[in-house]
């Protein structure tokens, strides 16, 4: 005889649903941890005015095309030690 209560063995919540649903939770925070990170980075772009870099001395060191790219050099550093204490003492 046939019983007259039939069960239906997908719908039970096992170990496979349980994982599914750790999956789907994990991947709405993951989403929502990224959305976050970008709101900041969109954020932090809109204040500096998206500056990354110094673009003025970016292209003083791409003047040269026949020479190696350099730092911009400090004036103060291209002096000599007797130049440095005469201004030092003037300025005290």
Same mark, same amino acid.
Request: aromatic share 10%.
């Given at each position: 005889?046939?019983?007259? $209560?039939?069960? @239906?063995?997908?719908?039970?919540?096992? +170990?496979?649903? %349980? #994982?599914?649903?750790?999956?789907?939770?994990?991947?709405?925070?993951?989403?929502?941890?990224?959305?976050? *990170?970008?709101?900041?980075?969109?954020?932090?772009? =809109?204040?500096?005015? +998206?500056?990354?870099?110094? =673009?003025?001395? =970016? %292209?003083?060191? %791409?003047?040269?095309?026949?020479?190696?790219?350099?730092? +911009?050099? @400090? $004036?103060?550093? +291209?002096?000599?030690?007797?130049?440095?204490? %005469?201004?030092? $003492? *003037? @300025? #005290?």
């Amino acid at each position: 005889m046939q019983s007259s $209560k039939t069960e @239906d063995p997908c719908a039970d919540f096992g +170990a496979i649903q %349980r #994982n599914a649903v750790i999956w789907f939770i994990a991947c709405i925070a993951i989403g929502i941890f990224i959305c976050v *990170k970008c709101a900041n980075i969109d954020s932090w772009m =809109y204040h500096s005015n +998206a500056e990354t870099l110094d =673009y003025s001395a =970016y %292209r003083e060191n %791409r003047l040269a095309t026949f020479t190696l790219p350099s730092e +911009a050099t @400090d $004036k103060r550093t +291209a002096q000599s030690i007797a130049s440095v204490t %005469r201004r030092l $003492k *003037k @300025d #005290n």
